[in-house]
């Protein structure tokens, strides 16, 4: 199988996700909250009221008028005050009109708005009662410019209405077309653009009918801004080239320098990167020319945005730093903020999520220090993105919720229905299609509601994607058909070019000859617009096609075409994934060699990508590092493939190792060694033999191989084999295999439906009686499906096992193999494995090793806790309804028990609150919970894992949870050198990648080398006898304290303990459940 852009959950929605937050960047007018170019804003001298009079002849008048243009404000309204002073003495009610006026203009330019209206007040009471409309007029356009300008729109709109009517009522037919422009721009303002749209054109009907060539240029220009901020890009374009041509009629070289501008950011946000090209680069050659390096700054980052979007990155780059550098040169926060946001999406584009993270978060602080909440909304957003990419998916929830708190206060629905696309988007990378649908469907409405058809094409196609991931492929294509007329509508070439590559996938599913001419056709619009990252995925799923067709020599010329133009473009995740497909193609066709180049050079991508995660605290870091292998994994799994079949089974063991709980080993190193990621190698063979000789163990690693299940025309991908590496303590290492396909093919069982199934045939259930999910293995019982396992995964191993059932055998299992019962399974002589070998687990090999540094002295127990049946908390349930969990009065029973054997006092009922807990943790030797244990059905979080104790606060929600979260922290440390988790399912969790998420990885994480855990809640009964066995053997096999002779007690106490408790209770479920984790002294 190969990798493709759309394979991983959340990257399926990622041109979704992006397109409303500038996929091809960050538009300005979104960013800097800017509604309009310098151009427009210079133009709104003619909107301040006029100060002459019938006494022209009056110097003081003339003086104070003068004064003001030239910008001395102050000496201004020192005139301005005598004048009126004067009048006030001559009773010249004409004069003190004039000066009222003058004094509320100077103060209003002086942003001194309160006494600006002041002064405007007082001349309406006099203008009003001398009834001169004329007067009236250009008074209620000053209050309604000056309301305005203060941010009191609510003001400003009915003092403009007021104008317009005085304005009409004299037939001032330019002042009524300024009056009907400058509320136009009002509403558009207040961001209501259908309004805005209705004032625009009704002002550009009267400039037209008095042919005023440059105030038909401002009005075309509002009415471009405001189809733009609708979507609506094609008449936003068309209103911006009118505009164009009147500017240059009057020779205006900033209003075509500015009008450039906006053309070239909407061709941008219109997904047409070449054409905005083709209008930025003039506008900032103008710009400089003009010595405006405002508008130089502002225009640079809108040509890195755009040249990004064109895959020539290079050139990005270096327009992106220069319009940063001299946005702080000339300290203009506003576009320095926007230049941040964009540097954070170039480099999240092309697989630099931590530096994108430092941009973000430096832009968030800026736009909050400066107030600019359309910024605030914007960087949250795109940190939401920024987390959704990560895995980190309830963080993207928080900052997306944040983005549209925001966008509620702007007002701005346009913005608030990107944003409950891009939690649909989310909602949709965590599984939960139904509140993904919900999500898309609102903004479906709203956009429609607002007119704004790119939101509903957005969504659309989002929607499409969602019913092709749950199957539903019909209505898959349909939605992608709807997305589709909507992006040719609109002229939009890219969102064109990923709808038809959606199409494609869709049809994929159904018949793969007919999804062929949908990539073909993405792919030549891709490189009609010159798209490199578009062309490059188009040409990728065609190669797909090919290698799903068995034509592997056609699918690796496209796959290294691909690795050409991610090299070219610098975009290092689909570098990764080209060179994996390329070396999965090289695979096929037998050229070993080639195929290995390729992969290794593909997880040294992923390794660099990794690494550049330690700059995060080590919790972050953690999660960070699971989610970016999540999608990483298959090269690790395709290289031993490539190493095996070139007769190198040692080195593919080699690669196994480094590809096992990385996370976890480097989370290990460096809260307790200090050492960071690039300190930690993978270890080689000989390593591996020296852990194997420190344990005197035998180590059993297992790889699971997926590869295509049929031999007939239309793949069917899965696990194929199951890789085997046996490391005996005298350093021989054997490599078997096991072909599972047949499973497949004769029974149409996948290895994990055998899995699930002896769970569900032993009885397993929690301690409540909720069984596990049922699966379909017919016509075998539990015994049929623990022999079946043993065939597989044993049988081919037998005789490399030691023949002393007390030597340690440490099985390190990869995926769902970890939630095997391994000391339940049985030879053909019914025999049990837990009857023939001592066993362990451990995550990898590696990490086995790292447990040897921890601690080496056998602790004493008179430091235990032992924690059971605590005063239960309320929690919050995957639907989101709480309820207090039961009572579990038969771990109270079994604490009391625990507790006389290691001679100390359980901590029962409220005794066990959380906070009494956590202060003995720290100098405990041997710790005991016999309580719940949660995994996964906590609401909504990221990580699954929680160990219930007596909350502080009763009715607090989720209060006296121990969580994963909590154990992770750099903080948490433990000196224990036992931990047992008595409690349901506490050795199964989320699968990943990196190993099995959950409470004993938190706890190795946390410093203790060895864990018991069980696959799920035995009976009361049972447990409890068990764990008293368990503890007995432990204090008589342990060696004196303080040394360490037998390297194996803690793992022979638990096989002691579980063959007694078998004698009692011969099913698998009540005995088989627990399994130690980590070392066995």
Not at 242 to 266: C, F, N, P, W, Y
Not at 562 to 567: H, L, R
Not at 821 to 835: G, K
Request: glycine fraction near 6%.
């Amino acid at each position: 199988m190969v990798v493709n852009s759309q394979t991983n959950s959340v990257a399926q929605l990622s041109h979704r996700i992006v397109a409303g937050l500038g996929a091809v960047l960050v538009p300005l007018s979104i960013v800097g909250g800017v509604l309009s170019p310098v151009y427009v804003s210079g133009s709104l001298a003619a909107e301040t009221p006029r100060t002459q009079s019938s006494q022209p002849e009056n110097p003081f008048i003339q003086q104070a008028e003068k004064l003001q243009s030239e910008g001395k404000l102050k000496d201004a309204i020192a005139l301005w005050q005598q004048v009126l002073q004067q009048a006030q003495t001559t009773h010249d009610r004409s004069t003190q009109k004039i000066a009222l006026l003058g004094l509320g203009n100077a103060h209003k330019e002086l942003k001194e708005y309160p006494l600006a209206l002041s002064y405007y007040d007082r001349a309406k009471s006099l203008m009003e009662a001398d009834s001169n409309p004329e007067e009236l007029g250009r008074l209620w356009a000053a209050l309604g410019f000056t309301y305005r300008d203060a941010g009191q729109l609510d003001q400003a709109l009915p003092a403009l209405q007021k104008s317009l009517g005085f304005k009409q009522q004299v037939r001032d037919r330019l002042g009524e077309g300024v009056i009907l422009r400058s509320i136009g721009r009002l509403y558009e303002q207040r961001r209501n653009y259908q309004d805005a749209i209705a004032y625009y054109q009704r002002s550009l009907d009267v400039f037209v009918a008095l042919k005023d060539l440059k105030w038909q240029g401002f009005a075309w220009n509002g009415l471009g801004r405001s189809y733009s901020a609708m979507g609506q890009h094609n008449p936003a374009i068309e209103a911006f080239q009118k505009s164009l041509q009147l500017v240059r009629q009057q020779k205006d070289v900033q209003g075509e320098a500015d009008i450039l501008t906006s053309i070239g950011m909407t061709f941008n946000e219109a997904g047409q990167p070449a054409k905005a090209v083709e209008y930025l680069q003039p506008a900032v050659v103008l710009h400089r020319s003009l010595k405006s390096r405002v508008e130089e700054a502002r225009v640079l980052v809108q040509l890195g945005s755009a040249n990004h979007s064109l895959g020539k990155n290079e050139i990005a780059i270096e327009q992106l730093n220069r319009g940063l550098a001299l946005s702080e040169e000339i300290g203009n926060s506003a576009i320095r903020v926007n230049a941040l946001t964009n540097l954070g999406i170039f480099y999240l584009n092309t697989g630099n999520p931590q530096k994108a993270l430092t941009l973000f978060e430096t832009g968030l602080q800026e736009a909050k220090k400066q107030k600019n909440l359309a910024q605030e909304q914007n960087l949250m957003s795109q940190l939401g993105v920024l987390y959704s990419q990560l895995g980190e998916h309830l963080k993207a929830i928080e900052y997306m919720q944040g983005s549209r708190e925001r966008a509620k206060q702007l007002g701005d629905q346009s913005v608030e229905a990107l944003e409950l696309n891009n939690l649909g988007t989310i909602y949709y990378g965590l599984g939960q299609y139904r509140l993904a649908l919900e999500h898309h469907f609102q903004s479906l409405e709203l956009a429609r509601k607002l007119g704004n058809r790119q939101i509903e094409g957005v969504n659309l196609g989002s929607i499409g994607i969602i019913y092709r991931a749950t199957g539903n492929y019909e209505k898959a294509i349909q939605y992608a058909e709807d997305c589709l007329k909507i992006a040719r509508e609109l002229n939009n070439p890219i969102e064109e070019t990923t709808t038809l590559l959606d199409l494609g996938l869709a049809y994929r599913r159904v018949d793969l000859a007919k999804s062929t001419p949908y990539f073909q056709q993405a792919l030549e619009l891709a490189e009609k617009i010159n798209h490199i990252g578009l062309a490059g995925k188009a040409r990728g799923n065609l190669a797909t096609n090919y290698f799903d067709q068995r034509n592997y020599q056609q699918a690796a010329i496209l796959f290294q075409k691909s690795v050409e133009i991610a090299v070219k473009t610098r975009d290092l995740r689909e570098q990764g994934v080209a060179l994996t497909n390329l070396g999965h193609s090289l695979f096929r066709l037998k050229q070993y060699p080639a195929a290995e180049k390729a992969l290794q050079d593909s997880i040294a991508i992923w390794e660099i990508q990794r690494a550049e995660l330690n700059r995060t605290d080590s919790k972050s870091s953690d999660r960070y590092k699971i989610s970016l292998f999540e999608r990483q994994r298959i090269s690790y799994r395709l290289l031993q493939q490539v190493l095996v079949a070139d007769q190198r089974p040692e080195m593919a063991l080699e690669t196994a190792e480094r590809g096992r709980a990385r996370a976890l080993i480097e989370l290990v190193a460096r809260k307790h060694q200090g050492k960071n990621a690039l300190e930690i190698a993978p270890p080689t063979i000989e390593q591996m033999k020296q852990t194997a000789k420190a344990l005197n163990a035998t180590l059993v690693s297992y790889s699971l191989i997926s590869d295509d299940l049929n031999d007939g025309p239309k793949p069917e991908y899965g696990d194929a084999y199951v890789y085997i590496w046996v490391v005996s303590p005298e350093g021989v290492v054997t490599f078997r295999q096991s072909d599972i396909r047949p499973l497949w093919q004769n029974e149409k069982l996948k290895l994990n439906d055998l899995v699930l199934g002896s769970r569900q045939l032993l009885g397993a259930r929690g301690r409540s009686g909720i069984k596990v999910v049922a699966v379909n293995t017919p016509e075998r019982d539990s015994e049929d499906v623990l022999k079946a396992l043993h065939q597989i995964l044993i049988k081919p191993i037998q005789a490399q096992l030691p023949e002393d059932e007390n030597a340690s055998v440490i099985i390190i299992p990869q995926g769902f193999l970890f939630t095997i019962p391994f000391a339940a399974l049985q030879d053909e002589q019914d025999r049990s494995l837990i009857e023939k070998h001592t066993l362990l687990t451990a995550p990898s090999i590696q990490a086995l090793d790292l447990t040897l540094a921890l601690k080496k002295s056998v602790p004493s127990t008179t430091n235990a806790i032992v924690v059971g049946n605590p005063a239960m908390p309320k929690v919050q349930v995957a639907d989101g309804t709480t309820e207090v969990l039961d009572s579990l009065p038969g771990a109270e029973a079994e604490a009391k028990a625990i507790a006389q054997v290691l001679n100390t006092q359980p901590l029962i009922g409220a005794q066990a609150r959380k906070s009494e807990v956590l202060k003995r943790l720290p100098k405990a030797s041997i710790i005991h919970f016999a309580t719940h244990g949660l995994l996964d059905d906590l609401y909504q979080r990221e990580f699954p894992g929680a160990i219930a104790l007596a909350p502080d606060q009763p009715q607090q929600v989720n209060d006296g949870l121990l969580t994963t979260d909590e154990m992770l922290n750099e903080n948490f440390s433990l000196s224990a050198d036992l931990v047992v988790l008595s409690a349901c399912d506490t050795g199964r969790g989320r699968i990943t990648g990196d190993g099995v998420v959950g409470l004993s990885r938190s706890l190795i994480a946390a410093g203790v080398p060895s864990v018991v855990v069980s696959l799920w809640a035995v009976s009361d009964n049972s447990t409890s006898d068990l764990m008293r066995s368990f503890y007995r053997n432990l204090q008589s096999l342990k060696p004196t304290p303080g040394t360490v002779t037998n390297l194996n007690y803690k793992a022979q106490a638990l096989r002691r303990a579980m063959l007694e408790t078998k004698q009692k209770y011969p099913a698998p479920y009540h005995w088989a459940a627990f399994t130690l984790v980590g070392r066995g002294f």
